[in-house]
């Protein structure tokens, strides 16, 4: 096997929360490593509290027979690291996704991912998982999950 | 109850690995005392889970008691070493050596407390992990910068509602009440910088390495299920 085809076969795995993006998309794959047929995968958790964190080692290791997952406990992670398709996929399911880190955290704006109106208030910060806030648009009057910027 | 301070280390057997951080003692504490602090003020946060004020405390109380019991997650995992048990050490001490903060043990069942603490417990929180964040071990100082990414949201439900609260006599007064407890949660080298943000004036710490009457209760009820199943047992 060779790395690849391992990214192909990661990209096949949905997230177990947010199932129309990949953890491919995710960016929770941090580097994936083929040597005399001995496969490592590095992944990093997006939330520490993250319920899902053992099933994802687990498809991963499904997926990819014989290969060894090590799970990073360091700050390589943040939502910067989701892809641009997998943004869109966001998006396209209702959820708006996170601005890059440098904006979101100065500008405060967020757009309602149905219409584009950025007439939109915070509800709760907190939602159905840690990654998710609540927020309201007034302008087509539709409540949607933010996926939080960290 | 016998001190789990500074007289601890010899008698202590931590169940960590040799692939742990066992050797460096002094810092293993150091770590063992946050990652406590988390896993109890993570129970005590969950207490909320069903009965806050308003549906939208139900659901920030929950997040934040996941993202707390998360945080110490990793850190005991950091602890006893990739292949070591983070629930051993989590659950399996006996009572003299967890290393928690009395703030967390406490019971609070009125709102006002419950906002103060949690005000003051992220407010100290955020300068101890500014702190680690700066450690020499990259292991170390990185998992700090994650978890502090998570706290920043932990800290703007705790401003929403200081801002909210502040002029109300009941909160104040629970603050105040409070406040010696918040600055046992700092080692006193980093209390002036909680002195200076919170504004109120020092006052003696109730330290860490005595237990209140409270820890003995949540840990028999966060440990029971555990407990009552045999050693090895796969959920």
């Keep these: 096997m060779v790395e690849a085809e391992v990214w192909e076969l990661l990209e096949e795995i949905p997230d177990p929360e947010i199932p129309v993006i990949s953890l491919v998309d995710l960016g929770v794959i941090r580097s994936v490593d083929v040597q005399d047929g001995h496969v490592?995968?590095?992944?990093?958790?997006?939330?520490?509290?993250?319920?899902?964190?053992?099933?994802?080692?687990?498809?991963?290791?499904?997926?990819?027979?014989?290969?060894?997952?090590?799970?990073?406990?360091?700050?390589?992670?943040?939502t910067d690291k989701i892809t641009a398709a997998g943004r869109e996929k966001l998006r396209e399911a209702g959820f708006a996704p996170p601005a890059p880190r440098l904006i979101q955290l100065q500008s405060q704006v967020h757009k309602c991912p149905y219409c584009g109106s950025t007439e939109t208030k915070l509800e709760n910060i907190f939602g159905p998982t840690p990654c998710r806030s609540l927020r309201y648009c007034d302008n087509c009057r539709q409540p949607f999950e933010q996926f939080k910027t960290i | 109850m016998t001190g789990v301070g500074s007289t601890e280390p010899e008698k202590s057997e931590l169940p960590a690995s040799p692939a742990g951080r066992s050797a460096n003692k002094a810092q293993e504490q150091q770590l063992l005392a946050i990652a406590d602090d988390e896993l109890f003020l993570g129970w005590r946060e969950s207490e909320w889970t069903g009965i806050a004020p308003m549906l939208e405390e139900d659901v920030a109380f929950s997040s934040i008691a996941q993202n707390e019991i998360g945080h110490a997650r990793a850190i005991y995992q950091l602890i006893v070493g990739e292949d070591g048990d983070a629930d051993a050490l989590a659950f399996d001490r006996p009572l003299d050596e967890y290393r928690c903060a009395p703030f967390v043990e406490l019971?609070?069942?009125?709102?006002?407390?419950?906002?103060?603490?949690?005000?003051?417990?992220?407010?100290?929180?955020?300068i101890r992990l500014a702190a680690l964040k700066d450690d020499s071990d990259p292991a170390v100082a990185g998992l700090a910068a994650k978890i502090d990414r998570e706290e920043m949201y932990h800290r703007m439900h705790a401003e929403m509602w200081h801002d909210r609260l502040k002029d109300e006599p009941r909160?104040?007064?629970?603050?105040?009440?409070?406040?010696?407890?918040?600055?046992?949660?700092?080692?006193?080298?980093?209390?002036?910088?909680?002195?200076?943000?919170?504004?109120?004036?020092?006052?003696?710490?109730?330290?860490?390495g005595a237990h209140t009457d409270d820890l003995a209760p949540m840990w028999e009820e966060m440990t029971e299920v555990r407990r009552s199943a045999p050693a090895g047992t796969q959920w």
């Design chain 2, 107 to 126: 019971h609070l069942l009125d709102w006002a407390h419950t906002i103060a603490r949690r005000w003051l417990y992220e407010t100290a929180d955020q």
């Design chain 1, 40 to 78: 490592r995968i590095e992944f990093t958790p997006t939330f520490l509290g993250c319920p899902a964190l053992e099933y994802m080692k687990r498809a991963i290791e499904e997926k990819v027979p014989g290969a060894h997952v090590d799970v990073i406990q360091d700050d390589s992670w943040s």
């Design chain 2, 171 to 208: 909160f104040t007064a629970a603050v105040e009440e409070l406040w010696p407890y918040a600055l046992g949660v700092l080692p006193p080298k980093l209390r002036g910088e909680l002195v200076q943000r919170v504004g109120l004036a020092e006052a003696e710490a109730v330290e860490r």
